[in-house]
C-alpha cells in the first residue's frame, strides 16, 4: 500500500520560503519517478515539478522555474519542493505524487501518469 504524506504548508507574504515535504511509504522508492502538483481555487490541478528516481533529472512548470527547487532523498524516501520568493498566484494546495515506470518528459508532467497521490497541504501567500 503506497501512502504519501505532505507537510510544511502554511501562511507566507509575498517574496517569502516555504519548504514541503512528502514522506512516501513505498518499498521501491527509487523505482518511482515524483512529483509536486498544486490546485489554486476554482482551478484545475496543474503541474509543478518532477523528478526522476535517482533524483538526477529535474523538470519545473515554467512558472516556478527558478524559484522552486525539487529534490528527493532516497534513504529517507522523501521527497522535498523549496519554494522562494513567493508570490500570491503561488497560493494553491500542493499536491505529492508517484508514478511507478518509465516516463517522457511531457508525460512526467501530465496528471494522468501518476498512480499514488497524497492529501495535499495548503499554501497561501499574502500580497
Partial sequence: QVRLVESGGG???AGGSLRLSCAASIRT????????????PGKEREFVA????????????????????MSRD??????????NSLKAEDTAVYYCAAAGGAFTTAQAMGVSAYNHWGQGTQVTVSS
Avoid: C, E
Fill in 29 to 40: 522508492f527509487t523505482m518511482y519517478v515524483m512529483g509536486w502538483f498544486r490546485q489554486p
Fill in 11 to 13: 501562511l507566507v507574504q
Fill in 74 to 83: 532516497n534513504s529517507k524516501n522523501t521527497v522535498y519542493l523549496q519554494m
Fill in 50 to 69: 518532477a523528478i526522476s528516481g535517482s533524483g538526477d533529472a529535474t523538470i519545473y512548470a515554467d512558472s516556478v522555474k527558478d524559484r522552486f527547487t
